[in-house]
């Protein structure tokens, strides 16, 4: 998925898939504000590293698409 609403890749989607898309992403945050990964860790450092990554780029997707 194209995660700005301008990006010139978007009309290539169905508007109502980009949607459901948009909603599985916000319905990802976890309990403590976050979001997280489906990948094996191996160990907690690098875990709360991509934690912190995918938080603030689910948190700008969600934002450049109007639904903070």
């Keep these: 998925m194209c995660a700005r609403p301008d990006h010139a890749g978007r009309r290539l989607f169905d508007p109502d ?3 459901r898309q948009l909603d ?3 319905a990802g945050q976890q309990p403590d504000g976050g979001w997280t990964f489906n990948w094996l860790d191996w160990n907690p450092a690098v875990t709360w590293e991509w934690r912190g990554r995918l938080t603030v780029d689910a948190l700008r997707t969600l934002a450049a698409n109007h639904r903070l």
């Design 17 to 19: 898939a980009v949607e």
């Design 24 to 26: 599985e992403l916000a």
